[in-house]
């Protein structure tokens, strides 16, 4: 089974400051997919980033990228320019692609980063 | 806004007690699936649906049931409450639940088993 481990429970930055946040896997498999949602303090589950494993250049969305080390099974997320709007819970997710089992269709959730971003 | 309802938003009720938190995919969407998060366990994937059939099972408990309806929406039904049971319960949908097919996920259900 894939596991997703968070090693940080807790990050805090300055605003307009750069923060990486820390992400590790275990899998089996070659190919897959892994995720960075965020929860705001309202709850809700929001896509920040996404990245295929068989793709070798890092994702990137606005001021969100990755540092993805495959070998490492790392799956890193730089904040860049940080906002107050930035502040939440950050989880990692890993998602198999294969069909059928019980696998199939889940993402694997990490543990959670609380972000705070000071002014 | 991701499109996806869940109803109730909270829930509060007693132990050995039965609820049903529903479930409207976003329009379009084929697939349901149902996690839970608690303070214990985290984020954990509970159940998928595709289209009426269900999908893939996850760490669901034999007193919890799910099933889709014709109209593409879900009901997950927790039964025989246990404090243990309090989480925030959180229903997503994709288009057709395909590794690839992004998940968009609803505001969630808060239930509070007393």
């Known amino acids: 089974a894939q596991t997703v481990t968070q090693s940080q429970p807790e990050m805090s930055v300055q605003e307009a400051e750069t923060v990486t946040l820390s992400c590790t896997y275990d899998?089996?498999?070659?190919?897959?997919?892994l995720f960075w949602y965020k929860q705001p303090p309202s709850r809700q589950m929001i896509l920040v980033i996404r990245?295929?494993?068989?793709?070798?250049q890092n994702a990137t969305e606005n001021r969100f990228s990755v540092n993805f080390q495959k070998a490492a099974k790392s799956f890193s997320l730089k904040i860049s320019d940080s906002q107050l709007g930035d502040a939440a819970m950050y989880f990692c997710a890993y998602r198999s692609p294969n069909a059928g089992g019980t696998s199939y269709g889940k993402l694997t959730f990490g543990q959670g980063t609380i972000l705070t971003v000071h002014p | 806004d991701s499109g996806v309802t869940q109803t109730p938003k909270h829930l509060i009720t007693a132990t050995g007690q039965r609820v049903t938190l529903r479930c409207s995919p976003r329009s379009g969407d084929l697939s349901v699936y149902w996690y839970q998060q608690s303070l214990d366990q985290g984020l954990q994937f509970l159940i998928q649906?595709?289209?009426?059939?269900?999908?893939a099972k996850g760490n669901i408990l034999e007193r919890f049931s799910a099933q889709q309806f014709p109209d593409l929406h879900s009901e997950l039904n927790l039964s025989s409450l246990e404090l243990g049971d309090s989480a925030l319960y959180f229903c997503?949908?994709?288009?057709?639940?395909?590794?690839?097919?992004?998940?968009?996920f609803g505001p969630g259900t808060r239930l509070t088993v007393l």
């Open positions: 997503a949908s994709s288009v057709m639940g395909l590794p690839y097919n992004e998940q968009f």
């Open positions: 649906y595709y289209n009426g059939e269900e999908r």
């Open positions: 899998t089996s498999e070659s190919d897959y997919y």
């Open positions: 990245q295929e494993a068989y793709k070798q």
